[in-house]
C-alpha cells in the first residue's frame, strides 16, 4: 500500500476523535450514574424525613385526644387511642437511626408511662404535664423535620443543577467532537478523492503511453508477415531473418503485456515492490539477454560491462529487471543501425550506477 501522508493524518484525527467520545461518553455515563445514586439516596433521605415528621404530627395530635379522653373517663375509646398511640410510637422507633435508637427507646418508655396515667384515676395533672412534655417534644421533631426536608431538597436542586450541567457540558463535547470528525472525514474524503484521481491520470497516461509503444511493434509484426506472404518463391534467408524480426518484436510485446499484466495486479493502480536480496550483475545480465534478440532485428549490437563478482542488493529484483529492459530497448529503438548500445555498471562508495548510452539523438 503506497503511503498517503494527508489520508493517515485525517484517519488519525478520525481515530483521536473516536476515542476522546468514547472517553466522554464514559465520564458522561459514570456522572450520571453517581448522580442518579445520590439523588436515590437523597430522596429516600427526604422520604424518611417527611415519614417522621408525619408521624411526629400524629402523635401529639394523639397525645391530645388522650388527655382529653382521660378526662372524660371514655374507656373503650381511651383504649383504642392508646393502642394508636402506641402503634404509632413503634413505627417511628423501627424507622429511627441506629444512632438515635436510645432516644427512641426512651419515647417508647414514656409512651408506656402515658397509658399507665391515663388509666390511673386522680393522675390527670401528672398526664397532662407529661403529655405537654411529650407534645413540647413532639413540636421540636417535627420543626427539626421540616428543615431537614428543607435541606434535602436544596441538596435535591444541587444534584440535579449538576445533573444539567454535566449533560450540557457532554453535549457540548459531542457537538464540538461531531464537527471535528466530520472535518477529519471530509479532509480524509477529499485526500482519498485526490489520490484516486492521481490514480486515474496515472493510468490513463500508462495506457495512452502503452498503446503507443505497442503499436510499433504491432505494425512491424505486420509489416514483417505480409513482405514474406508477398514473395512468391521467397528465400528460406530471407524468410528465416523475417522470423527473426518477428520473434524480436514478440518479445517486445510480451515485455510490456507483463508491464501492463503489473499494474493490473498492482494495488490502487500503483507498483507493490518486493524487498527481497538479488544480484545487480546478474539482473543487468538478464536484462541485456532478454534485449538481444530485439537489438539484433535493428542491427544494433549490445556491449554489456559489469564488475567481477556479485553485487548484492536488495529490492524487487523483477521490476528492477523491467525497468532496464524498457530503457535498453528505448534505446535500441533510436539507435542508429550498426552501431552500439553500451550498458555498463559501476560500483563507487558503495553505490551502483547502471548506465544505457546509445548514439541516437538524444
Partial sequence: MVHDPAAAVADGR????????????????????????????????ANRQFVLASLSERQAAAVSR???????????????????YEG??????????AETQPHRDREVA?????????????????????????????????QAGRLALARAGQRSMVLAGLLAAVALACAGCG???????????????QARTARIEAVDASRRLFFAKASHELRTPVTALRSAAEVALDQPDPDPRILRETLGHVVAQAGFLTHRIEELLGLASADDGRLVLADAPF????VVAEAVAAAQVYAASVDVAI?????????PMQGDAR???QALLAVIENGLKFAPMETVLAVSVTVADGCAEVAVRDQGPG
Fill in 110 to 142: 414514656r409512651a408506656a408511662a402515658l397509658a399507665k396515667l391515663a388509666r390511673t384515676p386522680g393522675a390527670q395533672a401528672r398526664l397532662e404535664e407529661l403529655a405537654r412534655a411529650i407534645d413540647g417534644q413532639e413540636s421540636g421533631e417535627l
Fill in 14 to 45: 478520525l481515530a483521536w476523535g473516536t476515542r476522546l467520545a468514547a472517553v466522554l461518553f464514559a465520564v458522561l455515563v459514570a456522572a450520571l450514574a453517581g448522580l442518579v445514586v445520590a439523588f436515590a439516596i437523597s430522596a429516600r433521605g
Fill in 279 to 282: 544480484d545487480l550483475a546478474q
Fill in 175 to 189: 457537538a464540538w467532537l461531531l464537527w471535528r470528525s466530520n472535518r477529519a472525514l471530509a479532509a480524509m474524503v
Fill in 88 to 97: 404509632l410510637v413503634r413505627q417511628e422507633a423501627g424507622l429511627a437511626p
Fill in 319 to 321: 521490476w528492477l529487471r
Fill in 66 to 84: 388522650i388527655v382529653a379522653l382521660a378526662a372524660t373517663g371514655q374507656g373503650p375509646a381511651l383504649d383504642a387511642a392508646l393502642t394508636d
Fill in 303 to 311: 556491449a554489456l560491462a559489469v564488475p567481477d563478482g556479485p553485487l
